[in-house]
Every structure is written in structure tokens, then in C-alpha cells.
């Protein structure tokens, strides 16, 4: 199993950035992708961005250029850097990860508030 544990959301005033943060352990040496998706009040789960372990990442297309994914592999982590908030990103935001094995694990979900 792989365990997930994101940090670093909270309460932003509209135009400011925000780095989350998630941590796997357990058998991440079969993590083939890590992926950051978030759920906005009232609506459905929606997927923000993907890095395979190779490097190699994809966004929504609804979210080009402001938010960054990037990760270590040593230290079995990936990051979403988030510009240029505005309150329609307020969301709770979960860091998931899929094995190689084709299982597939969440984390608990770090909020994230954008004031206007």
C-alpha cells in the first residue's frame, strides 16, 4: 500500500499562490503516476495535473500556466505550484498515486480558500 499525506493548503487572498505538498510512503517504488485533483463545493472531483515518475506531466485544460506539478522521486513527493489564485479555486485538493500494479491510492485532501 502507499500512504499520501498533503500539506500546505489554506487561506489565500484573490492573485496569490500557494505550494501544496504531498508525501507517499509505503511501496512507492511501484508509483507509476502522482496526480493532484481537487472538488470545489457543489461540484464533481475534477482532475488539475499528472507527473509520471519519468518526469513527464499533464494539466487540465482548463488550467494552462497557472499551475506548476513537479516532484521528487527520492524523495517520493510531488508539488503543485498554484499562481494567480482566484476564488473559483477554492477547493479541497487531494494528491493521489497509481501503482504499477494498477492500484490506486488518495490522500485525505488539504483545503484550499481563495478570498476575494
Known amino acids: 500500500q502507499v500512504q499520501l499525506v498533503e500539506s500546505g493548503g489554506g487561506l489565500v487572498l484573490a492573485g496569490g499562490s500557494l505550494r501544496l505538498s504531498c508525501a507517499a510512503s509505503?511501496?512507492?517504488?511501484?508509483?507509476?503516476?502522482m496526480s493532484w485533483y481537487r472538488q470545489a463545493p457543489g461540484h464533481e472531483r475534477e482532475f488539475v495535473a499528472r507527473?509520471?515518475?519519468?518526469?513527464?506531466?499533464a494539466y487540465a485544460h482548463s488550467l494552462p500556466g497557472r499551475f506548476t506539478i513537479s516532484g521528487d522521486n527520492n524523495k517520493d513527493s510531488v508539488y503543485l505550484q498554484m499562481n494567480s489564485l482566484g476564488p473559483e479555486d477554492t477547493a479541497v485538493y487531494y494528491c493521489?498515486?497509481?501503482?504499477?500494479?494498477?492500484?490506486?491510492?488518495w490522500g485525505q485532501g488539504t483545503q484550499v480558500t481563495v478570498s476575494s
Open positions: 509505503g511501496r512507492t517504488d511501484t508509483v507509476y503516476t
Open positions: 493521489t498515486a497509481n501503482l504499477r500494479d494498477g492500484s490506486e491510492y
Open positions: 507527473r509520471w515518475s519519468s518526469g513527464t506531466t
